[in-house]
Nanobody, 125 residues
Framework: QVQLVESGGGLVQAGGSLRLSCAAS????????MGWFRQAPGKEREFVAA????????AYADSVKGRFTVSRDNAKNTVYLQMNNLKPEDTAVYYC??????????????????WGQGTNVTVSS
């Protein structure tokens, strides 16, 4: 059984930074494409960032480019999302996702097989 556990969320002022972590277990992490998504209150879930199994390829939503960085440590079975210059509109529940079916990074939620429970990020103005 695959488990994804996010951590690192919290309350931060606008302009601040947070680093989210997602620890994976139950399947070969180094073969998974990993993604980060978020869902704000009253809105649909949206893509944030993704990283290939090797870490050599990444993708970002336009809204976070230049502010967020996705990375992974395959030795620790963990993927990270470094979030800088946070804005109130970044407030959401952040989810990590893992996919083994497709080999390339993607912003399509349907291409991920497993999801974490989410971690709350609140950015105050």
């Amino acid at each position: 059984q695959v488990q994804l556990v996010e951590s690192g969320g919290g309350l931060v002022q606008a302009g601040g930074s947070l680093r989210l972590s997602c620890a994976a277990s139950g399947r070969t992490f180094s073969r998974a494409v990993m993604g980060w998504f978020r869902q704000a209150p009253g809105k649909e879930r949206e893509f944030v960032a993704a990283i290939s199994s090797s870490g050599g390829s990444t993708a970002y939503a336009d809204s976070v480019k230049g502010r967020f960085t996705v990375s992974r440590d395959n030795a620790k079975n963990t993927v990270y999302l470094q979030m800088n210059n946070l804005k109130p509109e970044d407030t959401a529940v952040y989810y990590c996702a893992a996919g083994w079916t497709y080999g390339s990074v993607s912003g399509a939620a349907g291409r991920y097989d497993y999801w974490g429970q989410g971690t709350n990020v609140t950015v105050s103005s």
